[in-house]
């Protein structure tokens, strides 16, 4: 008599992800390209955008004989009065954390599409004992999660490498802290776009959507600037955006700036991953069997 074999949720949870990942770590040169853009904000406008020399040398007026510590500390307390910190390379490299971990989580979707149009992938796998609903979608989930922790990584150890200031007193909670933040915003989005893709055939359309609400997720948030210096039309966008939440998180734990409610802004982002991850679990169990 043969005896069936049960496949443990979190064995083929993990032989999913691992499938995934495999894409990835096999193809060094898509974790290269993926870096190209956050560096080069970093690097060139990063350290072009040195607010402290503007505002020094506004002030710096022939004939004032304005003392030259008095003019650094105006413009000290000029720049820690908008952006909390008076370094802005620092305010920046918190928010490229927040722009690769969005962008890869952007790209979650994708790998949807791909599964169903390349060899039937897709349909092999809802043949297999692995639950549809919970493995399949989060594997993808769990698999941007991963890439955006490592890659965001890489971008914080090149950005302290260029100059970035850690707050003095950071300690292993606070390095926790801001990879829970980021981790929870990738679970949000990718299991957003992973469920926009469950009915699409279209890398196309995927892509698209992805390229229409990068830029205008990073601008309408606090990566670049404060959301106090934005129009009255563009502070309402940026209060929903989660990645003002997480820039919010990140700067106060890594630069020990003052901000918003920390239990409010983990509030937020922990509603914001699970509302999209529980949406994506119950249209798979829907849309997957018709793939």
């Given amino acids: 008599m043969g005896m069936a074999v049960k496949l443990h949720p979190l064995h083929g949870l993990w032989a999913l992800t691992n499938r995934e990942l495999a894409k990835w770590y096999k193809a060094p040169v898509i974790l290269i390209i993926s870096l190209i853009q956050p560096i080069v904000w970093l690097a060139f406008f990063g350290k072009s955008m040195n607010f402290a020399t503007m505002f020094t040398s506004g002030l710096n007026i022939p004939g004032l004989n304005i003392p030259k510590q008095v003019i ?13 910190t008076t370094d802005y390379f620092s305010f920046l490299a918190v928010g490229m954390l927040s722009f690769i971990t969005l962008f890869t989580s952007l790209q979650s979707g ?7 149009r390349l060899g039937g992938v897709l349909s092999k796998l809802l043949t297999t004992p692995v639950p549809r609903g919970g493995n399949i979608v989060m594997a993808k989930v769990l698999n941007s999660m991963i890439r955006s922790l490592v890659q965001a990584t890489i971008v914080l150890i090149i950005a302290m490498l260029l100059g970035m200031s850690l707050n003095p007193s950071l300690n292993p909670l606070d390095i926790l802290g801001a990879y829970a933040a980021l981790a929870l915003m990738s679970m949000g989005f990718a299991s957003l776009f992973v469920t926009l893709a469950l009915r699409s055939t279209s890398w196309e359309s995927q892509m698209a959507i992805m390229n229409l609400l990068n830029m205008p997720l990073m ?5 670049f ?16 955006n989660p990645l003002t939440y997480v820039n919010d998180i990140n700067r106060q734990l890594l630069l020990g700036v003052t901000g918003y409610n920390l239990l409010l802004d983990f509030t937020y982002l922990i509603a914001f991953a699970a509302i999209f991850s529980i949406i994506g679990i119950v249209l798979s169990w829907r849309y997957l069997s018709e793939a």
């Fill in 225 to 240: 600037y404060p959301v106090k210096s934005m129009p009255w039309w563009l502070k309402p966008i940026a209060y929903v």
């Fill in 110 to 116: 994708m790998s949807i599409v791909w599964d169903r």
């Fill in 219 to 223: 601008f309408a948030s606090n990566s």
């Fill in 72 to 84: 650094d500390e105006i413009a000290s307390e000029v720049l820690k009065a908008n952006f909390g």
